[in-house]
């Protein structure tokens, strides 16, 4: 008797089994999961950077540096942005200061 592997994660008896696609092995690599409570460093960095906005500059050189995992990248551009805004408006609040 054969097992089927449908998109259920059970076989026949019941138990559980590891799903892998013979064909892509990136498949595994992405299965684990993100660090920072599973939200992963850019939305924790996003969140973050709220109380200390250098985490938004740290996340951004993660951007532009990391190619590592691409769960990552929506955090990591958010960050990036809110550096940007957080930039734009230290500057004109400098500019108006003068």
């Known amino acids: 008797m054969?097992?089927?592997?449908?998109?259920?994660?059970?076989?026949?008896?019941?138990?559980y089994f590891l799903m892998r696609d013979e064909e892509d092995l990136k498949y595994g690599m992405f299965a684990k999961p993100l660090p920072?409570?599973?939200?992963?460093?850019?939305?924790?960095?996003f969140l973050s950077g709220f109380a200390c906005p250098?985490?938004?500059?740290y996340?951004?050189?993660l951007y532009f540096i990391s190619h590592r995992d691409p769960r990552e990248r929506g955090g990591l551009a958010a960050s990036a942005i809110a550096a940007l805004i957080c930039t734009v408006a230290a500057l004109i609040s400098f500019l108006i200061l003068l």
């Open 2 to 15: 054969e097992l089927e592997q449908s998109n259920g994660a059970k076989d026949h008896s019941g138990k």
């Open 36 to 45: 920072c409570f599973g939200c992963g460093i850019g939305w924790f960095s």
């Open 54 to 57: 250098l985490m938004w500059y």
């Open 59 to 61: 996340a951004t050189i």
